[in-house]
Structure formats: C-alpha cells, structure tokens
C-alpha cells in the first residue's frame, strides 16, 4: 500500500512571495503518477500539477512548479509570485500506473494562507 | 472548471428521510468516483464505476447507495442516515487508467448535513 505524508498542516505566505510545500510518499512501484490538487474555500478540488515518475524533469504550470526528488521519494510544491486567490489546502496525490485514478492516495492537505 | 457538476450544493436531511446526490461529468470520461470529506479526516474513497459497472466498494454501510445509469451520471441515494455522514461528498471522474495518467477531476461536492 502507498502512503501520502504531507508535514505541514498549515502555512502562510505574504502576497508576491514564494512558497513550498513538502510531500513525501512510500511506495515500492517504479511506475507512477503524483499530482497536487488544490482546494478552495469553494470546496471544488482542482488539479494543479502532474508528474510522471518516468520523467526527470520537474513539470512547471506558470507559477507552480514542483521538485521531485525520485530516490528520496519527495514531491514537493512550489508556488511563485503568491496571490491571494492561492489560499486554499493543498492536497498531494499518489497514482499507481495503470490503476483507477479514484484509487489515488491523497496525502491529508496543507491549509495554505497568502497574506495581503 | 464545470466538467463535472454536481447537485444540490447544499443538503440537510433528517435521519428518516431519503435523498439523493446527483453528479454529472462533461468530459467523456468512463470511470466515475464518490468520495467523502470529513473535517480532521483524510478523502475517502466510497465506491468505483468503471463503464457503468460498480468495480469498488469501500465497505460503505449499505445507507448509501450508489447508482451508475450511463458513464455520464452518478448517483447516491441516500436513507436512514447518522449524524455522523455529515459531510462534503465528491464526486469525481477519469479517463481510462490504462492509457496513461488519468487523473481523477472533481466536482464542486455536495454539503450534506444530517440532523
């Protein structure tokens, strides 16, 4: 079984600064996926970011971007240039390949609070 | 994002009755997810549809009733529920797993409140 840790369960950043938030998962597959979802205060989870663990190069979505670090076993989120519409919790997601994407492990989120 | 849509927003019920929770994807995908969001809890996943057929079901009191009419609609009726279901529930949607990274996509979720 996969496991989805993520330490922090709060964060604050002010507006226009730059944050990372930490994600670390176990698993004993070599063909994965991980994501990061964001949720709002709306409640709708949205799909931030994707990578396959194939791919060494970390995948970008304009402001955010993620570290992964394969050996380590470490996925973390970075967002840049913060904005207030960016508070939300965050939540990070294991993918096994070819399983029911609805089967992904969620690690248990990271309330993050951009500040004006 | 409105590919997938879910309805009501918002539900309050008393133990007794019956409801359902309706979710509805635009995206063509064929797996089709409910799950249950509690405060100070992790995401449950509580049951799977792929192509209209219920493949998963996390041993979810039988309360809850799913229904999968065509890959496009999800159900959840609900009856008799506790206090304790109160909850947001998602509902969520995904492309065929086999053919790469499918992520599942959201919908907005649905309030329930049981008094």
């Known amino acids: 079984a996969q496991t989805v840790t993520q330490s922090q369960p709060e964060m604050s950043v002010q507006e226009a600064e730059t944050v990372t938030l930490s994600c670390t998962y176990d698993?004993?597959?070599?063909?994965?996926?991980l994501f990061w979802y964001k949720q709002p205060p709306s409640r709708q989870m949205i799909l931030v970011i994707r990578q396959e663990a194939y791919k060494q190069q970390n995948a970008t979505e304009n402001r955010f971007s993620v570290n992964f670090q394969k050996a380590a076993k470490s996925f973390s989120l970075k967002i840049s240039d913060s904005q207030l519409g960016d508070t939300a919790m965050y939540f990070c997601?294991?993918?096994?390949?070819?399983?029911?994407?609805?089967?992904?492990?969620f690690g248990d989120g990271t309330t993050l609070t951009v500040k004006p | 994002e409105t590919g997938v849509t879910q309805t009501p927003r918002h539900l309050v019920m008393g133990m007794t009755n019956k409801k359902s929770l309706k979710c509805e994807q635009h995206l063509g995908h064929n797996a089709m997810y409910w799950y249950k969001q509690s405060a100070k809890k992790p995401l449950e996943l509580m049951f799977v549809?792929?192509?209209?057929?219920?493949?998963e079901n996390n041993s979810v009191p039988s309360r809850f009733s799913p229904e999968c009419p065509n890959s496009s609609h999800l159900f959840l009726h609900l009856h008799t529920l506790q206090p304790e279901d109160s909850a947001l529930y998602l509902c969520a949607s995904s492309q065929d797993p086999r053919q790469g990274i499918n992520p599942p996509y959201f919908g907005e979720g649905s309030w329930l409140t049981v008094v």
């Open positions: 997601a294991f993918m096994k390949h070819g399983t029911n994407a609805g089967k992904s492990t």
């Open positions: 698993t004993s597959e070599s063909n994965y996926y």
């Open positions: 549809y792929n192509f209209k057929e219920q493949t």
